[in-house]
């Protein structure tokens, strides 16, 4: 397996051994392991089944930063709730996601820092739960994928740096005072509207992008069964640099739609997202090599920082019997963060290749299939799973996800997809994720399992590898993830849930 490193940890490895020709040109997008960057990625949220999706944010930095928040539904990733955060230095910032009336997310923070626009005291419903109904993925923007708002029950969310300053200017309204709130939020929301303002001003009022100042963690609560499962996001680090020829001085964009903008910065409605990075993407391969991504920037360079070969993790399916009081159950979350740049190929402003976009890639790979007529996107998959003592159970033709498709044998279909391993119903065992042909979830199903727990691996089959390929392999798509496994005692002495993040291979 391969494991990644920090670009600047590389670097000082090939100065250690006297140089080897490491060293690219400019700053590169990498895999944050560290945990600070400029851009964060929440794999998961969730509404559904009596869960709460918590957020956090921390500024490690002495400068104001301002963040744009990008929360993606699971199906094909289209965008129905996002929002800019401007934090002070050394600043947290939280939210919470729950369920809402008619089952409409709704997002809430009592944290003092400003956000644009204001976030009500009583939370805000995601687009489609308010008086101007389903704008994402209905009417003219729709997909074939489902057209209620239970679509926007789960999916992931995109945290981006969109630019910096020192505690000067527009960035000192962000600033809290003794009293712990913000000096001046109007002012903030006033410029990020244009109100006033140029956007050329705007940008030039956070003017710096050369800090890595972002930690991101999350957890999944559910305060009904007592379950509480937390993680970290996964960092980028290196994201854009505003000294590429041509490059803007930072990411900077009012919030608004682009009918509101202006045709010179039509842009300004899709950025920053994913596909924003200016820089090619940096790995480390199997044997230990820094490698650059032939992509230069856009999708590619952080699809190539995210590809993997196959992903490992833990599984268990235990019931309640004589030799055990516990009941165990497990999901897996496998998220392919910028799949929507590939196989949303609509042109809309809501969706993937939306134009006026920056950094599209050319066609399909690293995916195989744009979002259909059936309202899916399927790649190809298989898996093994071990016990913990090495067995596997092979039933006749191979183990095969339930219920099973006809002759198109395993697919992971959606852009947030979600793993059950024994379940029977039509949800996930934890988190209530529908499971079946064109939802967002599938059941690994019990004749597949060897026995109560242990670890499984699963690989990509068809997904195209982005050169230069870091290892052998020979299909890889840019995935993330975790395992969240719940226990529980029917006589209610303790209820417990814990995540597990995935391993890969590459």
Same mark, same amino acid.
Not at 126 to 146: C, E, I, K, R, V
Not at 228 to 234: H, L
Not at 290 to 300: F, I, K, P, R, V
Not at 452 to 462: D, K, R, S, T, V
């Given at each position: #397996?391969?494991?990644?490193?920090?670009?600047?940890?590389?670097?000082?490895?090939?100065?250690?051994?006297?140089? #080897?020709?490491?060293?690219?040109?400019?700053?590169?997008?990498?895999?944050?392991?560290?945990?600070?960057?400029?851009?964060?990625?929440?794999?998961?949220? =969730?509404?559904?089944?009596?869960?709460?999706?918590?957020?956090?944010? =921390?500024?490690?930095?002495?400068?104001?930063?301002?963040?744009?928040?990008?929360?993606?539904?699971?199906?094909? /990733?289209?965008?129905?709730?996002?929002?800019?955060?401007? #934090?002070?230095?050394?600043?947290?910032?939280?939210?919470?996601? /729950?369920?809402?009336?008619?089952?409409?997310?709704?997002?809430? +923070?009592?944290?003092?820092?400003?956000?644009?626009? &204001?976030?009500?005291?009583?939370?805000?419903?995601? $687009?489609?739960? *308010?008086?101007?109904?389903?704008?994402?993925?209905?009417?003219?923007?729709?997909?074939?994928?489902?057209?209620? =708002?239970?679509?926007?029950?789960? @999916?992931?969310?995109?945290?981006? #740096?969109?630019?910096?300053?020192?505690?000067?200017?527009?960035?000192?309204? &962000?600033?809290? +005072?003794?009293?712990?709130?913000?000096?001046?939020?109007?002012?903030?929301?006033?410029?990020?509207?244009? $109100?006033?303002?140029?956007?050329?001003?705007?940008?030039?009022?956070?003017?710096?992008?050369?800090?890595?100042?972002?930690?991101?963690?999350?957890?999944?609560?559910?305060?009904?069964?007592?379950? !509480?499962?937390?993680?970290?996001?996964?960092?980028?680090?290196?994201?854009?640099?505003?000294?590429?020829?041509? &490059?803007?001085?930072?990411?900077?964009?009012?919030?608004?739609? %682009?009918?509101?903008?202006?045709?010179?910065?039509?842009?300004?409605?899709?950025?920053?997202?994913?596909?924003?990075? !200016?820089?090619?993407?940096?790995?480390?391969?199997?044997?230990?090599?820094?490698?650059?991504? +032939?992509?230069? /920037?856009?999708?590619?360079?952080?699809?190539?920082?995210? $590809?993997?070969?196959?992903?490992?993790?833990?599984?268990?399916?235990?019931?309640?019997?004589?030799?055990?009081?516990?009941?165990?159950?497990?999901?897996?979350?496998?998220?392919?963060?910028?799949?929507?740049?590939?196989?949303?190929?609509?042109? !809309?402003?809501?969706?993937?290749?939306?134009? *006026?976009?920056?950094?599209?890639?050319?066609?399909?790979?690293?995916?195989?299939?744009?979002?259909?007529?059936? @309202?899916?996107?399927?790649?190809?998959?298989?898996?093994?799973?071990?016990?913990?003592?090495?067995?596997?159970?092979?039933?006749?033709?191979?183990?095969?996800?339930?219920?099973?498709?006809?002759?198109?044998?395993?697919?992971?279909?959606?852009?947030?997809?979600?793993? /059950?391993?024994?379940?029977?119903?039509?949800?996930?065992?934890?988190? @209530?994720?529908?499971?079946?042909?064109? +939802?967002?979830?599938?059941?690994?199903?019990?004749?597949?399992?060897? *026995?109560?727990?242990?670890?499984?691996?699963?690989?990509?089959?068809?997904?195209?590898?982005?050169? %230069?390929?870091?290892?052998?392999?020979?299909?890889?798509?840019?995935?993330?993830?975790?395992?969240?496994?719940?226990?529980?005692?029917?006589? *209610?002495?303790?209820?417990?849930?814990?995540?597990?993040?995935?391993?890969?291979?590459?």
């Amino acid at each position: #397996m391969m494991k990644f490193k920090m670009k600047q940890v590389a670097l000082a490895v090939g100065a250690v051994l006297g140089g #080897m020709s490491m060293v690219p040109a400019v700053q590169a997008v990498n895999l944050a392991t560290d945990g600070l960057g400029q851009a964060l990625i929440f794999p998961y949220y =969730t509404t559904r089944a009596g869960w709460n999706t918590l957020f956090n944010i =921390t500024n490690t930095s002495s400068q104001v930063v301002a963040l744009k928040v990008r929360f993606h539904e699971g199906y094909n /990733s289209r965008d129905v709730f996002d929002f800019n955060v401007i #934090m002070s230095p050394y600043d947290v910032w939280n939210g919470t996601l /729950s369920n809402g009336a008619g089952n409409v997310p709704i997002f809430s +923070t009592s944290d003092t820092s400003c956000t644009v626009p &204001a976030i009500p005291a009583a939370g805000q419903l995601f $687009q489609g739960g *308010g008086a101007n109904g389903l704008l994402a993925y209905t009417g003219a923007a729709a997909d074939s994928g489902p057209a209620t =708002t239970d679509r926007m029950r789960e @999916g992931y969310v995109s945290v981006i #740096m969109m630019g910096a300053s020192p505690v000067a200017g527009l960035a000192a309204s &962000a600033v809290h +005072t003794a009293a712990g709130v913000p000096a001046n939020c109007a002012a903030l929301r006033a410029a990020f509207g244009l $109100q006033g303002t140029t956007i050329a001003a705007l940008r030039a009022a956070f003017p710096n992008y050369n800090v890595n100042p972002l930690k991101g963690a999350f957890s999944l609560v559910n305060a009904a069964n007592g379950w !509480n499962a937390s993680g970290s996001t996964v960092t980028l680090a290196d994201f854009y640099d505003p000294t590429v020829a041509g &490059a803007a001085p930072n990411l900077i964009t009012a919030q608004l739609p %682009p009918d509101q903008v202006g045709n010179v910065y039509a842009d300004s409605f899709h950025q920053p997202e994913l596909s924003s990075a !200016n820089t090619a993407g940096d790995v480390l391969s199997t044997a230990g090599a820094l490698l650059t991504s +032939t992509a230069t /920037s856009g999708a590619d360079s952080v699809s190539y920082v995210l $590809q993997r070969a196959s992903v490992v993790n833990q599984w268990a399916n235990l019931n309640a019997s004589a030799s055990s009081a516990w009941t165990v159950k497990s999901d897996w979350v496998i998220t392919y963060p910028t799949k929507r740049f590939y196989a949303d190929q609509s042109t !809309n402003q809501f969706a993937g290749r939306a134009a *006026g976009r920056t950094g599209l890639p050319a066609g399909l790979a690293p995916f195989t299939n744009p979002f259909r007529i059936d @309202g899916r996107s399927c790649d190809a998959v298989t898996f093994g799973a071990y016990d913990r003592e090495e067995q596997q159970v092979n039933p006749p033709g191979g183990p095969v996800f339930s219920p099973a498709p006809s002759a198109s044998g395993n697919q992971l279909c959606a852009e947030v997809n979600v793993l /059950s391993f024994g379940a029977t119903g039509a949800v996930s065992s934890v988190l @209530g994720a529908p499971l079946g042909a064109g +939802t967002l979830g599938a059941n690994v199903p019990a004749n597949a399992l060897p *026995g109560e727990n242990g670890w499984m691996q699963l690989n990509f089959q068809n997904g195209q590898v982005i050169a %230069p390929a870091p290892s052998a392999a020979t299909s890889a798509l840019p995935a993330v993830g975790f395992a969240v496994i719940n226990r529980t005692d029917p006589n *209610g002495l303790l209820n417990e849930s814990f995540l597990v993040d995935h391993a890969y291979t590459r």
